[in-house]
């Protein structure tokens, strides 16, 4: 399963990438299990992203180069921390503007009813 949560798959599939942006712009830079725990925060444990679909989009965020690493020796181990480049903030603004329209034109075609009407 890509994402295990309360939701479908279908309804998260294409979000892990604007979610794991957010977070970065928000709190700097963060470690893999960090956005993981985050995640399950923020959403009330609604969503909880598995290793399996973390690590895939990070890896192609770092290779389209809207994310770059930094090693932290921390003890014996070695933590990885994720960061926005200066492309990142970039496509981070486009995608979560991309997500909001979306989120907006849905609310349009699946609730008519909740529209606000203009002032009269």
Not at 21 to 46: A, F, H, P, R
Not at 76 to 95: F, I
Request: some cysteine; overall charge positive.
């Amino acid at each position: 399963m890509y994402i295990c949560s309360m939701y479908s798959k279908e309804l998260l599939k294409g979000t892990l990438g604007v979610i794991i942006l957010k977070l970065l712009e928000d709190n700097g830079k963060m470690y893999g299990y960090e956005i993981c725990q985050k995640v399950k925060e923020i959403s009330d444990g609604k969503i909880l992203i598995k290793d399996g679909s973390l690590y895939p989009t990070l890896h192609k965020l770092l290779k389209d180069g809207i994310l770059t690493t930094e090693e932290v020796k921390i003890g014996k181990r070695v933590r990885k921390y994720y960061t926005l480049t200066t492309k990142g903030k970039t496509e981070k603004k486009e995608v979560v503007k991309e997500l909001e329209d979306f989120m907006q034109t849905l609310n349009k075609i699946v609730f008519p009813s909740n529209q606000i009407s203009p002032a009269l």
